[in-house]
């Protein structure tokens, strides 16, 4: 949240002013605000008043590359410059490796 240090600031006095009405106000606000995103494993989020039934989700899959290799232990594609290790011939991605 951006702090706007030229503006005023509120002494004790005023902060103390401030009515009921106007906090609850602000509360209800900052509620709104917030998305719960507490999903379990294949749950879908979905989006209010969003029909995406028709919708098709739709990419091109590139093959491995010659400068690339698959982590044995997280069983993703890497660039070569990601191999930490060579263990037993079985290669490992440097995050893996840490």
């Known amino acids: 949240m951006a702090t706007d240090y030229d503006s005023p600031r509120k002494t004790d006095d005023d902060i103390n002013e401030d009515s ?23 749950e879908v989020a979905e989006l209010p008043g969003a029909d995406l039934s028709n919708e098709e989700l739709t990419f091109r899959v590139v093959p491995r590359q010659a400068d690339e290799f698959t982590c044995t232990r997280c069983f993703l594609v890497h660039h070569r410059s990601q191999l930490a290790t060579e263990k037993n011939g079985q290669p490992v991605c440097r995050e893996c490796a840490a």
């Open 20 to 42: 009921l009405q106007e906090l609850q106000a602000r509360r209800a606000d900052k509620a709104a605000s917030i998305i719960d995103e507490d999903l379990d494993a294949g």
